[in-house]
């Protein structure tokens, strides 16, 4: 019988990953594992419109979750086959369509932002780093030079933006520029495939827009790293489980 563990080899990097939290090997500690800044950033506040619409979602609110999460997932897995390959199929041999519609609109959001904004391929896609030193570990989307000079290391978003997503950029800019110290970053953000824009401007389409942190990011990274020590706090003992499962159970035999 088939089994699957819970172990997965990222960009060279093992990571495992389940619903609530991902552990990363690090790359300057073979053996140990870090946890992913999305684990620590658990234990952060979320602020008022998150909660709020908690509220007004109720029950529902954990379904809305996973599934706007798979369908991020799937933009993020179509960007990615982009941005490495330059081609994207979405309609298989069999006539069928793998996509939601607003996921397609996405998808063209972003060729519209690649295409006003970059002239060169990216510096990393989907780059999967972790520092036993720094005690960081993540995988960052995208660091690309754009055509106004400057390097920046952007996440992309398809649902709502919160002010903690900032936390998380401050901390990848730190363990991509430990691994990378040739590559400064100059600027970071998000950019935002479900925005409501509707006017074309600087980083700024129908409805996406490159969003950069509304305070310095100093600012954020203090927040990180008090975050991270909250965390730790509430899970003093916390390490990486790598399981193994059946694939199918079946109680008949």
């Known amino acids: 019988m088939a089994h699957f563990q819970s172990l997965e080899e990222v960009n060279g ?106 002239d060169a391929p990216p510096i990393c896609v989907e780059g999967a780093y972790a520092s036993k030193e720094l005690d960081i570990a993540g995988t960052i989307d995208r660091v690309w030079k754009l055509n106004d000079g400057n390097v920046w290391l952007f996440d992309l978003k398809t649902g709502n933006v919160y002010d903690y997503y900032f936390m998380q950029l401050a901390a990848y800019k730190k363990v991509y520029e430990h691994f990378n110290p040739n590559v400064k970053i100059d600027k970071v953000g998000v950019l935002w495939l479900k925005s409501a824009t509707r006017t074309d401007k600087e980083y700024q389409g129908k409805y996406w827009q490159l969003v950069e942190p509304p305070k310095p990011l100093d600012y954020y990274w203090d927040m990180f790293v008090h975050t991270r020590a909250m965390w730790k706090f509430e899970n003093e003992k916390a390490k990486p489980s790598n399981f193994e499962f059946e694939v199918d159970i079946d109680l008949t035999k």
């Open 13 to 118: 990097t093992t990571r495992i990953t389940y619903k609530d939290q991902r552990f990363y090997e690090a790359n300057d500690a073979k053996g140990e594992f870090v946890p992913s800044v999305t684990t620590y950033l658990n234990a952060a506040p979320k602020g008022r419109q998150f909660y709020e619409w908690i509220k007004k979602h109720g029950d529902d609110s954990d379904t809305i979750m996973m599934d706007a999460a798979e369908r991020g997932s799937r933009v993020h897995n179509a960007t990615e086959q982009l941005d490495k390959t330059g081609k994207l199929k979405l309609v298989d041999d069999n006539g069928n369509c793998p996509y939601y519609l607003d996921e397609i609109f996405m998808i063209y959001r972003y060729l519209d932002f690649i295409k006003r904004y970059t």
